[in-house]
């Protein structure tokens, strides 16, 4: 017993000595388990327009939470509509290598998609926890490339977009909603840089000439999946 009390202070010593000398006498170890992929590398998300597509429905869709020692992402989709459901999740093993789990919420027509992993919120560049009040701006990395600004937006209508036609009265309605006002000016802004002319309202952003629903609606790729 005495012995491994000795054995208890001088390893907790030892550990000191390393931690105050900013020694990591694990780092060769670690890093051999990451090359192997025992050990997850949170290394910073690929830019390209699937993880700019991905924000956008987070931003839409989606909620991070905290907890001690990892986070938990969650995007909500219409249980009907699978193909959003099939395309999400696929992208969520593309870009955090890890499969989504996929269920059904109770009582509503809706299904989860959801992950546990940490530095989510930090690499996706959204907080955790409510956003209602979040002081949205889009990345620069996605500003400087008009794909990646389209991609964003395919991700962001996919999730909170509506689209609505009614050709006996010639009425079109292309609209994203979102109780968010500087997500809305990022989406109203976004769309004038491409060259459509929305209508802003309280709380939603709206195409209504037919030319441009259209062409918007092409330009996404609107529920194709």
Request: charged residues 25%; hydrophobic residues 35%; contains cysteine.
């Amino acid at each position: 017993m005495v012995l491994d009390n000795f054995d208890s202070i001088r390893a907790k010593r030892i550990a000191e000595t390393f931690r105050r000398k900013k020694i990591d006498n694990f780092k060769k170890w670690r890093d051999e388990r990451r090359k192997l992929g025992i050990i997850p590398n949170y290394l910073p998300l690929i830019r390209s327009k699937d993880l700019a597509e991905y924000i956008g429905v987070v931003l839409g869709d989606g909620n991070i939470s905290n907890f001690p020692r990892t986070e938990r992402l969650i995007i909500v989709g219409n249980s009907k509509n699978t193909g959003f459901i099939r395309r999400y999740s696929l992208l969520t093993q593309l870009i955090f290598g890890k499969t989504a789990t996929v269920s059904k919420m109770s009582g509503v027509n809706a299904i989860r998609m959801s992950i546990y992993q940490k530095y989510l919120s930090k690499r996706l560049g959204i907080p955790s926890g409510d956003r209602a009040n979040y002081n949205f701006e889009i990345p620069k990395w996605i500003l400087s490339n008009k794909i990646y600004i389209i991609s964003l937006l395919k991700g962001l209508f996919e999730a909170e977009g509506s689209l609505s036609i009614h050709k006996g009265t010639y009425t079109y309605n292309f609209q994203f909603k979102n109780s968010n006002q500087s997500l809305l000016k990022a989406v109203t802004d976004s769309l004038l840089y491409l060259g459509y002319h929305p209508e802003v309202r309280v709380n939603c952003t709206r195409l209504r000439k037919k030319k441009e629903v259209e062409s918007f609606r092409q330009l996404i790729k609107f529920r194709e999946y």
